[in-house]
């Protein structure tokens, strides 16, 4: 079982990128997926889920209004499209499933899900001048 992340790189403020996290040997459409980031000397960070059928997302309030997430359970791949890129976002990007434990909508606290079983390598975003 493999998630691959990609899409990472340099972008400048204001700038845009998408990440792909692509999953073999798992399908990937059974499950909720989260995407995470962790900047250096910072703890992990929640960025936004999506639910196993797609109609059904969360962001966190650092990226609500800016970043895009979106799944093809036909490609196997989640997809996290980050727009108006800040400094503040460069971090390296995990995509990983989730368990959810929330009733209702998707909930971004910690006490509402647990992490899943399946998780890949990260992807690094930088945005800088």
């Known amino acids: 079982v493999q998630l691959q992340a990609s899409g990472g790189g340099l972008v400048q403020p204001g700038g845009s990128l998408r990440l792909s996290c692509v999953a073999s040997?798992?399908?990937?459409?059974?499950?909720?997926v989260g995407w995470f980031r962790q900047a250096r000397g910072k703890e992990r960070e929640a960025v936004s889920f999506?639910?196993?059928?797609?109609?059904?997302?969360a962001y966190s309030d650092s990226v609500k209004g800016r970043f895009t997430i979106s799944r093809d359970n036909a490609k196997n791949t989640v997809y996290l499209q980050m727009n108006s890129l800040q400094p503040e976002d460069t971090a390296v990007y995990y995509c990983?499933?989730?368990?959810?434990?929330?009733?209702?909508?998707?909930?971004?606290?910690?006490?509402?899900?647990?992490?899943?079983?399946?998780w890949g390598q990260g992807t690094l975003v930088t945005v800088s001048s």
């Open positions: 040997g798992v399908t990937l459409g059974y499950y909720t």
């Open positions: 990983g499933t989730i368990i959810p434990l929330w009733v209702g909508p998707p909930s971004m606290n910690p006490k509402d899900y647990r992490m899943g079983d399946y």
């Open positions: 999506i639910m196993s059928a797609g109609r059904e997302t």
